[in-house]
């Protein structure tokens, strides 16, 4: 198993990016980067989880560097053992895994969903797929109820 220093090292060769960098990423001083590269003190928290999927997902770098310091936090009202989104009930765990994992990627794009907009999905699965026509239409309305 490696240190924690040797993953940050890795980690910051493998992105060709600087401890400053990494430091802004994991929004942490570069003095406390410094630190756990020298092995001097270990991350705890949300700062380890966040090493580990550096660490393992390439796909996780675009993603924070993205977000500036004043961008707000995204959440999407979710519950795991009831599967709803937004209160939204969902029939199986299959289909709610599959629509928050959509919904929430799209938020990284901007998209702010409404209940609205999670119920369409839901009926999705149970009306089936939708044409590019009515696709066109809910946005077009989505689009209206949030210039109102």
């Known amino acids: 198993m490696k240190s924690t220093a040797a993953t940050l090292k890795q980690i910051r060769q493998h992105y060709r990016i600087s401890q400053a960098q990494l430091a802004k990423l994991l929004n942490t001083s570069v003095r406390t980067v410094q630190h756990w590269e020298q092995a001097d003190y ?52 299959k289909e709610y895994r599959a629509t928050l994992n959509a919904i929430i990627s799209n938020m990284y794009e901007g998209f702010e969903p409404t209940k609205r907009d999670i119920e369409d999905a839901s009926r999705f699965y149970e009306e089936g797929p939708i044409s590019a026509q009515e696709m066109l239409a809910a946005i077009q309305a989505s689009a209206d109820r949030k210039a109102e």
């Open 42 to 93: 270990q991350p705890s928290g949300a700062a380890v989880r966040l090493i580990q999927i550096l660490a393992a997902d390439d796909a996780v770098l675009p993603a924070l560097t993205q977000f500036k310091e004043d961008d707000q936090i995204m959440y999407l009202e979710h519950d795991d053992q009831k599967l709803t989104i937004m209160d939204v009930p969902f029939r199986n765990r």
